[in-house]
């Protein structure tokens, strides 16, 4: 697997907007951009992925640079809840046998403050 | 989606004692994995498991250290054997969605305290 590159840790206010940035230089055509968190005491979850394009849901927005070198995972409203060390990652398309597993880096530990 | 239990959600074991952790899937799923996650750091894969297969291991795993069962396509188990101090680590089971969804899901976790 490719591997990401993420600050160690932010800091952010609450109720305003997080921009987590992750580099992936080595990234090849086939990889997927996945972002997952997890919350203190939980097992990760999943919060989105992208190929190329922007991707919005419920949770977050994810933007990808142009030259798929660099991703921005976008909370638009930072809540205390949202305290949790986010992932970023990259998985191998089509997902066929092999390339299921997810292969995590040291993540970005994001504090809120009240 | 794909709820995931796992049990025990924590112990205390003796150093040389074995414990086994149950995973349990509420859907059939063809993969699941094994996670280790040391204190303060990121997630490990230990191996991954398919039903009617043995399990395949990542470097660094063996499979007399952590032996793995898939008796079918719900559940499987991790053995910790001859555990020392430093198999202290939450202990997570994970599997991906149903239908070709590349959401992958994980249970709560074990977390195990060898003294």
């Known amino acids: 697997d490719a591997k990401t590159t993420q600050p160690n840790s932010m800091e952010s206010n609450e109720e305003e907007p997080v921009h987590l940035p992750c580099n992936h230089s080595t990234i090849s055509g086939t990889d997927y951009i996945h972002w997952y968190r997890q919350l203190p005491s939980q097992g990760p979850e999943y919060v989105i992925h992208?190929?190329?394009s922007n991707v919005n849901n419920r949770m977050a927005s994810l933007a990808i640079a142009e030259d798929r070198k660099s991703s921005t995972l976008i909370l638009h409203r930072a809540t205390l809840r949202d305290a949790a060390v986010y992932y970023c990652?990259?998985?191998?398309?089509?997902?066929?046998?092999?390339?299921?597993?997810?292969?995590f880096g040291t993540g970005t530990r994001l504090t809120i403050i009240p | 989606s794909a709820v995931i239990s796992q049990k025990p959600s924590r112990d205390i074991c003796q150093r040389g004692t074995s414990l086994t952790i149950q995973c349990q899937v509420d859907s059939q799923v063809t993969m699941m994995f094994w996670y280790r996650q040391q204190p303060g750091q990121s997630l490990t894969l230990i191996a991954t498991?398919?039903?009617?297969?043995?399990?395949?291991?990542e470097s660094g795993f063996v499979i007399d250290k952590f032996p793995i069962s898939r008796p079918n396509l719900t559940f499987s188990t991790l053995t910790v054997s001859n555990m020392s101090p430093e198999d202290s680590s939450i202990y997570l089971c994970?599997?991906?969605?149903?239908?070709?969804?590349?959401?992958?899901?994980f249970g709560q976790g074990t977390r195990l305290t060898v003294v």
């Open positions: 992208g190929l190329t």
């Open positions: 990652i990259l998985r191998e398309a089509p997902f066929s046998f092999g390339n299921e597993k997810l292969t």
């Open positions: 994970s599997v991906e969605g149903a239908g070709g969804n590349t959401e992958a899901f």
């Open positions: 498991a398919n039903q009617g297969s043995e399990a395949t291991y």
